[in-house]
C-alpha cells in the first residue's frame, strides 16, 4: 500500500507508464518531466477529463485525493462521476467535498462553495430530484448570480413543462450573461442528458422557426454522435449552430 504521491507515482508509472499516457494526451516530455508527483497526477487527470477519457481522470483525481486530500481533486472526481452516471457516489463524495469545505478555514472562496452547490443541483437534477433542484438553483441565483444556475432552472422548469417560466428566464437572462444560442445550447445539453429531447426541442420550437426535418436530423445526430461512451459537445454544438442559427440541416 503506497504511502506517499511520489511513492504512487512511481508505481503507477511501472505499472500504466504514466508518461506515455501524457504524451498521448499532448503533455510534452520536458513539461511533465519537470513537474512534482503530485502535479503530474493533476495535469494528466485534466487532460484526461478534456478528452473524456472519463473512467481514468476519475480514477486519477480520486488517487490524487486519497492521498493528499486535495480537494480540487476531489471536485474534479465528482465530475468526473457525474458525467459517468454514477450519481450515489457523486453525492456522497459531494457531501464529503461540503464537510471538508466547511470546516477548513484555510478554503474561504464564493467560487468553491458555488461549484461544491452546483454539482449538488446537478446530481439532483440527473436524479429527478426536480423540486430540490430548483430549490439550489433559486437559492443559489440570489447568492451567486451565476450563469449555470440559471441554466439548470430553466431545464427544471422545461421538464415540469412550466414553458412560460422557461421563456421568461430565457428572455430575461438569455443575453445577460452570454449569446442566447450559447444559453439555449446549454439548456439543450442538460435535458438530453437526462433523454428528455422532446421537450427540449418543444422549447426550442416555441423560439424559432425550427423545421421537422432539422429536429429530426438534430435527433438522429445526438443519438449517434451524443452517448455515454462519446460524448462529443463541441461536435454537437456546430450541429445545433447550424440547425438553429444558420438554418442548415447538418450531414450526420
Known amino acids: 500500500m503506497v504511502s506517499n504521491i511520489d511513492e504512487a507515482f512511481l508505481l503507477y508509472e511501472k ?8 504524451l498521448e494526451s499532448g503533455i510534452y516530455d520536458e513539461d511533465f518531466n519537470s513537474l512534482n508527483s503530485k502535479d503530474k497526477f493533476l495535469l494528466l487527470a485534466y487532460k484526461l477529463k ?13 488517487k490524487l485525493f486519497e492521498l493528499t486530500s486535495d480537494l480540487e481533486a476531489l471536485i474534479n472526481k465528482i ?10 457516489e457523486a453525492n456522497r463524495l459531494n457531501n464529503l467535498a461540503f464537510e471538508l469545505y466547511l470546516e477548513d478555514p ?15 443541483g446537478l446530481i439532483a ?23 449555470e444556475f440559471f441554466y439548470l432552472l430553466c431545464a427544471v422548469f422545461i421538464s415540469f413543462s412550466d414553458y412560460e417560466n422557461a421563456r421568461k428566464i430565457y428572455h430575461k437572462y438569455g443575453s445577460k450573461f ?7 445550447f446549454e439548456v439543450f445539453l442538460l435535458l438530453i442528458n437526462i433523454d428528455n429531447m422532446k421537450k427540449a426541442l418543444d422549447f426550442i420550437s416555441m423560439l424559432t422557426n425550427v423545421s421537422e426535418e432539422q429536429k ?16 462529443d459537445r463541441d461536435n454537437l454544438k456546430k450541429c445545433f449552430e447550424k440547425v438553429f442559427i444558420d438554418g442548415e440541416v447538418p450531414s450526420i
Request: aromatic fraction near 18%; glycine fraction near 2%; hydrophobic fraction near 35%.
Open 106 to 120: 484555510a478554503i474561504n472562496t464564493l467560487e468553491v462553495e458555488k461549484k461544491l452547490n452546483y454539482q449538488k
Open 15 to 22: 505499472r500504466y507508464n504514466l508518461s506515455k499516457i501524457a
Open 125 to 147: 437534477f440527473y436524479t429527478d430530484k426536480l423540486n430540490y433542484t430548483q430549490w439550489i438553483c433559486e437559492e443559489s441565483i440570489v447568492r451567486y448570480m451565476s450563469v
Open 79 to 88: 465530475d468526473c462521476l457525474i458525467e459517468l452516471t454514477e450519481y450515489d
Open 216 to 231: 429530426s436530423e438534430l435527433v438522429n445526430y445526438v443519438s449517434i454522435h451524443y452517448n455515454l461512451f462519446s460524448k
Open 178 to 184: 452570454t449569446t442566447s444560442f450559447e444559453f439555449l
Open 50 to 62: 478534456e478528452s473524456n477519457k472519463l473512467n481514468l481522470a476519475s480514477f486519477f483525481f480520486g
